[in-house]
């Protein structure tokens, strides 16, 4: 088990025959895990931000780019996917999840609950474990006008590629699964870095111009 879990997710991680993964960012498009089954659905008190550096994935140390994290927001949630992992696979998928995310990423990790989109109140709600990055880890960027950060991601790219597919493809994730869902936040810098790529790319899809 990673040094950052607490005891208390390393029993509820022993004791299940599976373990249920809460992917918000470039997990809903691409786990790289092994899962037996998935759900659409939102963790509430929570909302999306693309407030975290990342110099590895989608960015470098001299331009970083901007990949997303949650915020404590009482008033909101998030909406994303839910992967079951079955006992044979939790060992692998979690150390497999700790470089991915903690070391190369700065997030750490904690349980919430997930209702999934078919849920009825809380019954069919599950325990699920999810990568956030702090204020506190070094990476953190904060809150920026949604412009800037449209533009700081069209520079953007790095060693799983442009940091443009990143947020398209979570924007698209949205607009095709969660069609109901808000997420001012992520549309006002697809919108923002959509109207400035014409300007780069002409009217082609700029996810294949990549
Ligand atoms: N923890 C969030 C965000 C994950 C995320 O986007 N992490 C970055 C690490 S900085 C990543 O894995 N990037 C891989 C990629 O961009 O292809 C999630 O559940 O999706």
């Keep these: 088990m990673p040094d950052s879990f607490t005891p208390a997710m390393e029993e509820h991680i022993s004791l299940s025959k599976s373990l249920w993964i809460f992917g918000y960012g470039s997990l ?57 992992v079955c006992a044979d696979q939790i060992e692998p998928t979690l150390e497999y999840l700790n470089v991915r995310e903690s070391v190369l990423g700065g997030y750490i990790s904690k349980l919430v609950k997930f209702y999934p989109q078919d849920s009825k109140g809380e019954d069919g709600s599950l325990l699920t474990l999810v990568y956030i990055a702090t204020p506190q880890n070094p990476s953190y960027l904060g809150p920026a006008p949604e412009e800037d950060i449209a ?60």
């Design 28 to 84: 809903v498009w691409k786990p790289g895990f092994e899962f037996t089954a998935s759900k659409v659905g939102f963790i509430p008190g929570y909302s999306r931000k693309f407030w975290q550096g990342d110099s590895f994935h989608r960015g470098s140390p001299q331009t970083p780019g901007r990949v997303v994290t949650l915020q404590e927001d009482f008033e909101e949630c998030t909406w994303g996917v839910a992967y079951e």
């Design 151 to 210: 533009a700081q991601i069209i520079v953007s790219s790095g060693r799983a590629g442009h940091n443009i597919e990143y947020l398209l493809r979570l924007a698209d994730f949205m607009h095709h699964y969660c069609p109901d869902a808000e997420d001012k936040h992520l549309f006002s810098i697809e919108e923002a870095l959509t109207t400035i790529l014409p300007c780069l790319y002409g009217d082609s899809d700029p996810l294949a111009v990549l």
